[in-house]
């Protein structure tokens, strides 16, 4: 630029000396007409050059305009680039569920790089927006978190901040003081954070709201743009389309189960295989028994057919035409000479991928009725009469000849009722929409085939009451055999398997209740049997030696002080029922829905004053000896047989129970016996004493030895996992880390062995000092925390810092904590809870560690304390662990002149006590123990 402008200056002095050269020249030498002429001349030249620069100027400025246009268009275009990659990549980051809270927190740097922002955050709604959770945080370099802080906020208390976002869509404060007075909650919160502007939108799934995202800055105030509130809602959509995606990929995978479940419950052959490789992928229950093996990873003609190629019969090319559609075929297997009514269909697999479903239906049984009818036309009615299923004769003009006695028991017609196929037509399918579709059908079949199926349909009996058939037919000699499979039984089978789920967690509950009393087994038993088949009210009742009812439990309790009548009253009723003897003496489930005027006649006065219209009534049995009885009453619809099934399941269970109450009996009675041997043992004491001696000495010598190389697997496997030995792929990468921790694991193991050995050699020194316990106790739950990153939990943390010091060695103590903090989360399923609490009480510092984990029986909490004790095997297996850390903590905090105990409720979590004495005090003898 200084070079152009040099130029133009010395151009234009030149000029100037030029025209001062033709004006002298003009005034010194030119005279008369060639003044005129020059001067005319001199004019033009000048107007010439005025209008040339004015020229040269106007194009400058054009060019300069245009220039600066490019400009700006070209960085737009580079600030559009830059968003589009950046929300490609995020597209491309939430477009699968796996890890998607990682996923979550990378998009969210991105964002917040890409709009400058300090923090972006993530919040749920959680039940119907009474709770807010900060769920997913980034934060820019410098600027402080707030995640814990913004966990549990009651809904409540924000609902100017809920309904603003409902109802414009969007919350963009430029300057915090500026917020209306209705807002003042919202104001405190954002204060305490240090904010100075945000902005945020809402996020939906299913057209409710669910939660809200934005962004905050917290050094200096900002007013975000149009294109940043856009990036937001671009985002928010992302974040919404994924937290669904992941939803249904978690409620297809349910369903998945659940299917997969109802499979292994059928007794028949059923499995899933891929149509292009033949691959089985899934073989039911039933098939693998058929086959003595899994064929899982088979071919499927390799499986079922023991071939070395695909069969000749082989339907996959018709299903994956037509995957909409099920294709029923019929197919004789030669290898286990049955017949199979087949149906194939393609559906979709858990990858997404399209695949092969199977199901077999043995309908051998059916085929040999045939072959058997067509070769003997003169034995055929009796075998008919003898068949298992529902078999009817029709001749060419559509009239039955012929019903079997299982058709009429079924359908409760007779062939003078229904004594032609449109009589048939009218009568068993009244619905004149679906009596026209099974018409057509069974039309298109017939016309085409001379056996066949001719579809599966549910039929009206005569007593009102549905049937799900399966219809088979046979043209021969001008006639038709119409042949019925009746699929009810196990269509309601497969119904009362969701049922039964319910019933497996009572019986599981009630398997757990040996230690307490038959009365209070029986009122657990009761309370479920109401629950489990919608009753309103029940009693159970036990005999006494005498076969007379000794005492019985209702529900709910005030039934009976309601009516005036007592416990004697009720059992006399029930005795003098007249179809008490018959419960007594069939030793099977009575079931009353609908009783008749001699069963109201007949009934006690106490049952109709308390007004029972229905009743199951189940016995419990003891060595097949009647010793008690369950029975639920008024329930809304008819009890069913499936309803008697899970109070006979209960009764059966109770009786085993009652078995084995009496079998405590007798164990004490035999304990007197084992009394009178103690004093053997106390002998063989001594023997073990010293045997427990070389236990520890082997103990600690061989953790030792495990210690020594163990050092050199961890050291090396971190150099692996940090990649200083050469880069790692993701599979790689996730093998190193299970190593690293399954090492860290067992370091962690040996070192409670080798302590336990020291403990019990009285080896061991304490180096005492003054310390912060919060900040031992902090430092545990942080190592925990760290090693469950993938578990849901709320962590909620108390220990105030101003704790007075103890004295004690940091390390074992950090132990105790590591011990006890791993435990809670090692027992709270995901979406738990974990408190840690601190404070200073008259006898020392109170720590207290709550779950909300599976909890302990109380006949076991003592137990727990003891060296390598486990609640059960099965622990040991899903959570890992030797039974050892519980007794090490114990003896540690005792060793430190503390206490240490264990609060906990089966099935509803367990809270863990550590007391220690202040610094410079004695412990307090009142601490519980």
Not at 578 to 601: D, F, Q, T, V
């Amino acid at each position: 630029m200084k070079n152009k402008a040099g130029n133009q200056l010395v151009l234009m002095i030149l000029f100037f000396l030029m025209l001062l050269a033709i004006v002298l020249f003009h005034v010194y030498i030119l005279e008369g007409e060639q003044k005129l002429i020059w001067m005319v001349f001199l004019a033009i030249l000048i107007f010439f050059v005025i209008v040339h620069n004015l020229k040269v100027t106007a194009l400058k400025k054009d060019l300069e305009a245009e220039v600066q246009k490019n400009k700006d268009v070209h960085d737009r275009l580079i600030v559009k680039y830059k968003i589009e990659s950046t929300l490609s990549k995020i597209s491309s980051v939430l477009s699968f569920t796996d890890n998607l809270d990682e996923k979550i927190e990378e998009s969210l740097g991105m964002l917040g790089e890409l709009c400058s922002a300090d923090r972006a955050y993530v919040f749920r709604l959680i039940d119907n927006g009474n709770t807010i959770n900060n769920t997913h945080e980034w934060c820019a370099n410098g600027v402080k978190p707030q995640k814990e802080m913004l966990q549990n906020l009651p809904g409540s208390d924000y609902q100017w901040w809920l309904e603003k976002l409902t109802a414009e869509g969007a919350i963009h404060i430029k300057d915090i003081e500026e917020l209306p007075p209705e807002a003042e909650k919202e104001k405190e919160i954002l204060l305490s954070q240090d904010i100075k502007s945000l902005i945020s939108l809402p996020f939906c799934i299913e057209n409710g709201i669910t939660g809200f995202i934005g962004f905050d800055n917290v050094r200096e105030a900002n007013e975000w743009t149009k294109q940043d509130i856009e990036i937001l809602n671009t985002y928010a959509n992302m974040l919404a389309m994924a937290f669904r995606k992941k939803s249904i990929a978690e409620e297809l995978n349910l369903e998945r189960k659940q299917l997969l479940s109802i499979f292994d419950s059928i007794e028949e052959p059923v499995y899933v295989s891929d149509p292009c490789t033949h691959e089985i992928l899934y073989a039911n229950k039933f098939l693998k028994q058929v086959l003595g093996e899994n064929p899982l990873g088979k071919k499927c003609y390799q499986a079922l057919q023991k071939s070395n190629e695909p069969c000749n019969f082989c339907t996959n090319s018709i299903i994956l035409r037509n995957k909409n559609q099920v294709h029923k075929w019929e197919y004789h297997n030669p290898i286990t000479e049955k017949d199979y009514l087949v149906l194939d269909k393609i559906i979709k697999w858990t990858d997404g991928s399209e695949v092969r479903l199977e199901m077999a239906h043995d309908i051998t049984e059916i085929k040999q009725a045939e072959i058997t009818i067509k070769e003997s036309e003169e034995n055929f009615k009796k075998i008919i009469d003898n068949s298992p299923l529902p078999i009817a004769i029709m001749n060419s003009c559509g009239e039955f000849e012929y019903t079997n006695h299982k058709l009429i028991e079924m359908i409760g017609y007779t062939i003078d009722d229904i004594p032609t196929i449109s009589e048939w037509w009218d009568t068993v399918y009244p619905d004149p929409d679906y009596r026209r579709i099974a018409q057509e059908n069974w039309k298109e079949i017939s016309s085409k085939n001379d056996t066949g199926i001719s579809g599966e349909w549910i039929i009206k009996c005569r007593d009102g009451s549905e049937r799900q058939v399966i219809v088979y037919f046979a043209k021969t000699n001008g006639n038709v055999l119409f042949i019925i499979n009746d699929l009810t039984e196990l269509k309601n089978a497969q119904s009362a398997l969701m049922i039964d789920e319910s019933c497996l967690e009572t019986l599981h509950e009630l398997s757990y209740m040996n230690g307490l009393s038959i009365d209070n087994i029986g009122s657990f038993a009761l309370k479920e049997g109401i629950k489990l088949t919608g009753s309103k009210t029940g009693v159970i009742g036990f005999f006494g030696e005498n076969k007379k009812l000794s005492s019985i439990i209702t529900k709910p309790e005030y039934l009976l002080k309601t009516y005036g009548f007592t416990d004697n009253d009720l059992m006399c009723g029930l005795e003098s029922c007249h179809r008490w003897r018959e419960l007594l003496e069939s030793k099977k489930p009575l079931i009353l829905n609908e009783p008749g005027e001699m069963e109201l006649a007949g009934c006690p006065d106490i049952f109709k004053k308390i007004d029972i219209w229905s009743y199951l009534a189940t016995p419990i049995l003891y060595e097949n000896k009647v010793v008690g009885f369950l029975a639920v009453a008024n329930k809304k619809d008819d009890y069913t047989k499936n309803d008697a099934r899970q109070i006979e399941l209960i009764t059966q269970m109770m009786g085993g129970m009652i078995l084995l109450k009496h079998s405590e009996n007798e164990l004490k009675i035999y304990n007197r016996k084992l009394e009178d041997t103690n004093d053997e043992l106390r002998k063989v004491n001594d023997e073990l004493q010293s045997l427990d001696e070389m236990k520890s000495n082997f103990l600690s010598n061989m953790s030792h030895e495990l210690k020594t190389p163990l050092i050199s697997i961890m050291g090396f496997g971190e150099l692996v996992g940090d990649e200083a030995l050469g880069p790692l792929n993701k599979e790689q990468k996730r093998a190193m880390k299970v190593v690293n921790s399954n090492s860290d694991q067992l370091k962690r193991l040996i070192e409670s062995l080798l302590f336990m050995s020291s403990l019990q050699a009285k080896n061991y020194e304490y180096e005492y000092s003054k310390l912060n316990l919060p900040q031992i106790v902090e430092k545990a739950l942080s190592i925990i925390s760290m090693k469950n990153t993938d578990k849901q939990l709320t962590v909620e943390y108390n220990v105030p810092d101003s704790l007075p010091f103890v004295s004690g060695d940091s390390n074992y103590l950090c132990e105790v904590f590591i011990h006890l903090i791993d435990n809670a989360f090692k027992f709270t399923p995901s979406g738990g809870k974990i408190s840690i609490f601190g404070k200073h009480e008259d006898i020392g510092i109170h720590i207290i560690i709550e779950d909300t984990g599976i909890g302990i029986p109380d006949t076991k909490i003592m137990k727990t304390f003891d060296s390598f004790y486990q609640l059960d095997g099965s622990l040991t297996r899903r959570y890992g662990g030797t039974g050892i850390g519980l007794n090490l903590c114990k003896r540690i905090t005792e060793d430190h002149g503390g206490k240490l105990w264990i609060e906990s409720i089966e099935g509803v979590g367990t809270k863990v006590h550590v007391i220690l004495p202040v610094m410079n005090t004695v412990l307090n003898p009142s601490i519980p123990s």
